[in-house]
């Protein structure tokens, strides 16, 4: 397809548009809690430090090609960029937020993926199920441990390989919101 092409297509709405470096054309849903679950993280993340590390929907090179755009990755506070990009070696958690078209995606073929790369923490945040699955103890299928946790049981302390602590608060991640009719 022609940039030409792309620039004149009508896209569906609720769809975020990316340009793989390949030439592929990535259409993800883009949903109010999915930005606001992110943006929540977001926010969780500054304890940490107005100048920690971490990234959101930017791609990170992982080996034989399988590179990654994580919803939501704290890296090393060391990490360098090789490139454009950092590398998976610098991820300490990556945070998937399921969307309605993402869910098997994320619960399984994520975890395997991070779980075979080492990736110390990796969170399945689950705005329909209410729930975040955290991961952790990664092995070359996946994880040992899947702890679940609801939204709305307080703070969620996580402990990073580098000996910081994320805090994620279940209080504050959005809910679905009920749809009402068209204004």
Do not use: W
């Not at 297509?9 to 993800?28: L, Q, R, S």
């Amino acid at each position: 397809m022609s940039v030409d092409a792309i620039m004149h297509t009508e896209f569906p709405e609720g769809y975020t548009i990316f340009f793989g470096v390949d030439g592929k054309v990535i259409m993800t849903p883009q949903s109010f809690e999915h930005s606001s679950t992110i943006k929540s993280m977001q926010i969780d993340s500054l304890a940490l430090g107005r100048h920690a590390k971490t990234v959101s929907d930017v791609y990170i090179d992982f080996p034989a090609d399988e590179n990654s755009a994580p919803d939501f990755a704290i890296l090393r506070e060391d990490a360098q960029r090789q490139g454009k990009r950092y590398s998976f070696e610098d991820v300490l958690l990556i945070a998937e937020v399921v969307s309605v078209s993402s869910a098997r995606k994320d619960y399984d073929d994520c975890t395997a993926k991070y779980g075979r790369y080492g990736i110390p923490v990796y969170l399945v945040v689950d705005p329909y199920a209410g729930e975040v699955v955290a991961h952790t103890e990664p092995t070359g299928t996946g994880y040992i441990t899947a702890r679940t946790h609801k939204y709305g049981t307080g703070k969620l302390p996580i402990e990073l390989a580098d000996g910081r602590t994320f805090t994620l608060d279940l209080d504050e991640l959005p809910k679905p919101e009920a749809e009402t009719g068209a204004h």
